[in-house]
């Protein structure tokens, strides 16, 4: 490793090292024993949707990966509720559900549910509770969105 604390790029300050991008760096090593600056992005830029259809897709496997339960019964009943959802939502402001903010959710809520029976109404918005809950959101999201 290096000690001069001038020349160790994880001791520089990131805006230094590359102000460009979001994520951390790591050390990487190469055959000759030197090392040089590899950038692991944050995962908000791995997976930004390029169209709509990629956006479907990281809905469902953000679903899958979260809710348990038989997949023939409430489960798909909320997965293709959801993607539903992430292409309204992509369509609406260009962003996946890993950049999802509380106004995206809050606006489809208002605007895309509105003219909905109250039944219908309330099964998208416990699709909404899930796609919270599986992004790891803090729980005020949840309240917000009654």
């Known amino acids: 490793m290096c000690s001069n604390p001038m020349t160790d790029p994880l001791s520089m300050p990131l805006s230094t090292v590359t102000p460009h991008l979001t994520g951390r760096p790591t050390i990487g090593y190469m055959w000759s024993s030197t090392y040089f600056l590899r950038w692991q992005p944050s995962i908000t830029n791995i997976m930004r949707p390029a169209n709509q259809q990629q956006a479907e897709k990281h809905m469902e496997h953000l679903l899958n990966r979260k809710i348990s339960g038989c997949r023939r019964s409430k489960v798909n009943e909320h997965t293709q509720r959801a993607r539903r959802i992430a292409v309204m939502i992509w369509t609406r402001f260009q962003v996946g559900p890993y950049q999802y903010q509380l106004k995206h959710l809050i606006w ?39």
């Open 108 to 146: 489809y809520l208002n605007t895309w549910t509105r003219h909905l029976k109250p039944a219908t109404r309330y099964r998208h918005w416990i699709t909404l509770r899930y796609i919270v809950w599986a992004l790891n959101k803090p729980d005020a999201w949840a309240q917000a969105l009654q």
